[in-house]
């Protein structure tokens, strides 16, 4: 969300986001959120081909024709309740109406939905402009970067462990791990578990998944753990990084990822950026280990719509 209260200023138009938005949408994004990573192609597919069961809505404000806010509202499928991914206002535009002229243009998608409550997301100093607006901050997410020159090691592997780029797996069999970890990570919206049909959207077919830098560990040829990769050029986001449970404990995680990093950073890319809720201990560690280090700090905030 964006900071401060609307002002006095050109006047703000919000309409629906189109393809041709896409380039000034990661353009914003970039001013915004310099650690965030979703290329043109990945966010024109979203606008054209938007998720299955979703109902989402993406708006942008433009002023003087400029491109200068964007947020969009949906439904989550794996909770029911409404989300906010983003609402981003360009810092130049601030203080001028930009956000809470798309903010009501979301809430009033959301409501249409009938959804009970809605997480959007914040960064610290805009948590007065959500509290103002009714939502309440609920948890902390920490995000981090590393930088990849020079290029980490090649991690070792023990008897009967496999490291292999996930374009070798079954689809299927990754989405299994997936559900079979997903309902571990730290969260203040309960998950009730992705179809195959939104998983193969969402994930397996998104344009920016880079299949082959992406890892997957196997022992004695059972899928163990998996470190999934965004990329954008030179840029990468962890996307994704779990071990299956009968696996934990055996450092299968950090060894997923470290092969990932090792394969993005030979392969050209040379900034890793990911993000982690502040009660996942065992992931932020293993990040520290590797070499992250904080770079942003987001808030989950709530807003009940009953």
């Avoid at 065992?282 to 770079?295: D, E, F, K």
Wanted: aromatic share 6%; glycine share 10%; hydrophobic share 40%.
């Amino acid at each position: 969300m964006p900071a401060g209260p609307a002002g006095s200023g050109p006047p703000v138009l919000v309409r629906e986001v189109r393809p041709a938005d896409a380039p000034a949408v990661v353009a914003l994004r970039a001013a915004v959120h310099p650690y965030l990573v979703r290329g043109v192609e990945a966010t024109r597919r979203t606008i054209v081909d938007p998720p299955p069961g979703m109902d989402r809505a993406a708006l942008v404000a433009e002023v003087a024709g400029e491109v200068v806010g964007w947020v969009s509202a949906y439904r989550n499928p794996s909770s029911g309740g409404g989300e906010m991914s983003v609402l981003d206002v360009h810092p130049d535009r601030r203080r001028q109406g930009v956000g809470s002229a798309l903010l009501e243009g979301a809430l009033a998608h959301l409501t249409t939905l009938g959804v009970p409550r809605i997480r959007a997301w914040s960064l610290p100093e805009a948590l007065p402009f959500a509290e103002r607006h009714g939502f309440t901050p609920s948890r902390p997410v920490r995000y981090s970067g590393l930088d990849l020159r020079p290029v980490p090691p090649d991690p070792a592997v023990g008897a009967g462990v496999a490291l292999l780029p996930v374009a070798e797996l079954d689809p299927y069999r990754l989405y299994q791990a997936d559900e079979a970890t997903a309902g571990d990570v730290p969260g203040d919206v309960p998950s009730n578990g992705m179809t195959y049909e939104f998983w193969r959207y969402d994930v397996w077919t998104d344009p920016g998944l880079d299949r082959q830098v992406s890892t997957a560990v196997t022992v004695d040829g059972e899928l163990a753990a998996f470190s999934l990769v965004q990329r954008d050029g030179d840029r990468m986001w962890s996307d994704y990084t779990a071990t299956v449970p009968p696996y934990r404990g055996r450092g299968l995680a950090r060894l997923a990822k470290q092969a990932a990093l090792h394969r993005a950073a030979a392969t050209g890319i040379r900034a890793a950026y990911t993000s982690n809720d502040e009660a996942n201990a065992p992931m932020l560690a293993i990040n520290t280990r590797l070499g992250y280090r904080p770079v942003a700090t987001h808030w989950s905030v709530l807003r009940d719509l009953t």
